[in-house]
């Protein structure tokens, strides 16, 4: 007797991007010479609504494109702006540039990690903030800089004024329209 051979079925995954969130990156279409140049702008759509880029957001991103999720997480990752893991609700990074490694750049980064009692790319327990590393922020008249995610920015930095930016930051997101 002979064992009948089934196709193995694999489990339909929820998608993570919502139809008005697909809608939104194919609203995109019409604006770039191809699909693929669309990536970097669903990246920031998806990381805006998500707070994260998981890998199978990725592929729905790559689907919708019409390219390999490879290509997806190669822009992705080249920028390195877009986590796949959730992150704290403000996300600021410290720069580490010449400019502002000579001014105190990643002693600041220590003191504010150690602050926070996190490590560089952590986020504290409440959830509230995500502290980076930047390479460059490209705004060396401030340095040492940092910068938040919803467009503040700070410097020149001491251990004092790095303090004070935690604690601001710690009160959450401003609205971008708010941000001087």
């Known amino acids: 007797m002979q064992a009948a051979m089934t196709t193995p079925v694999e489990p339909k995954r929820i998608p993570i991007l919502s139809e008005a969130m697909k809608e939104r990156i194919r609203s995109l279409f019409p604006r770039y010479p191809s699909k693929r140049a669309v990536t970097l702008p669903a990246l920031h759509l998806v990381q805006e609504h998500l707070r994260c880029v ?11 494109l019409e390219i390999t999720p490879a290509e997806v997480h190669d822009t992705m990752s080249f920028y390195g702006f877009f986590p796949q893991a959730p992150i704290g609700d403000v996300r600021v990074w410290i720069c580490r ?3 502002c490694m000579i001014r105190g750049g ?4 220590e003191h ?3 602050r926070l009692a996190i ?3 952590e ?3 409440d959830g509230k ?7 460059c922020l490209g705004i060396c008249d401030f340095a040492p800089a940092a910068l938040a995610d919803d467009g503040r920015v ?6 004092t004024s790095v303090d004070a930016m935690l604690e601001e930051l710690k009160s959450g997101r401003r609205d971008a329209s708010s941000v001087t």
Not at 54 to 64: D, K, R, S, V
């Open 123 to 125: 986020t504290t327990s």
């Open 119 to 121: 490590e560089p790319g």
């Open 97 to 99: 540039s010449l400019s």
């Open 112 to 114: 504010a990690c150690s």
């Open 54 to 64: 998981p890998l199978q957001a990725m592929a729905e991103i790559a689907e919708l």
């Open 129 to 135: 903030l995500t502290v980076e590393f930047a390479e």
């Open 106 to 109: 990643d002693e600041l980064l």
């Open 154 to 159: 700070y410097g020149p930095l001491t251990e």
